[in-house]
C-alpha cells in the first residue's frame, strides 16, 4: 500500500508565505511525475503545480512566480513553496504522484488527503 501525507497548512496573512510538504511511504518502487492540486470551496480541484522525475516544474498561471514546486528524491518528499498568498489561493490542497509499487510494479496514480490553506485579507 502506498500512502500521501501532506502537512504545512494553516492560516497565514495576505502577503505571507507557507511551505506544504507530502511524503511518499509504503511499497514504493518508484515514483514518476508528481504535483499540487488545490479545490476551493465550491469550485472544481485545479492543477497547481507539478515536477517530472526529471525534476522539471510547471506551473499554473495563476502561481507562477509566486509559487515553487521541489522534490527530494531520496526522501519521496515533494514540497510547494508558496509566497506572496493571496485570498484567492485559499483551498484545500492535495498531493498526487505517479508511483509504480513494489508488488505489482506498475504505476498507479495516488492522493494525499489534503491540508487547508486560508489565506486573509
Known amino acids: 500500500q502506498v500512502q500521501l501525507v501532506e502537512s504545512g497548512g494553516g492560516l497565514v496573512q495576505a502577503g505571507g508565505s507557507l511551505r506544504l510538504s507530502c511524503v511518499v511511504s509504503?511499497?514504493?518502487?518508484?515514483?514518476?511525475?508528481m504535483g499540487w492540486y488545490r479545490q476551493a470551496p465550491g469550485k472544481e480541484r485545479e492543477v497547481v503545480a507539478g515536477?517530472?522525475?526529471?525534476?522539471?516544474?510547471t506551473y499554473t498561471d495563476s502561481v507562477e512566480g509566486r509559487f515553487t514546486i521541489s522534490r527530494d528524491i531520496d526522501k519521496n518528499t515533494v514540497y510547494l513553496q508558496m509566497n506572496s498568498l493571496k485570498p484567492e489561493d485559499t483551498a484545500v490542497y492535495y498531493c498526487?504522484?505517479?508511483?509504480?509499487?513494489?508488488?505489482?510494479?506498475?504505476?498507479?496514480?495516488?492522493w494525499g488527503q489534503g491540508t487547508q490553506v486560508i489565506v486573509s485579507s
Open positions: 515536477i517530472s522525475s526529471g525534476g522539471t516544474p
Open positions: 509504503g511499497s514504493v518502487f518508484s515514483i514518476n511525475g
Open positions: 498526487q504522484a505517479w508511483v509504480v509499487d513494489t508488488s505489482t510494479l506498475h504505476e498507479n496514480d495516488y
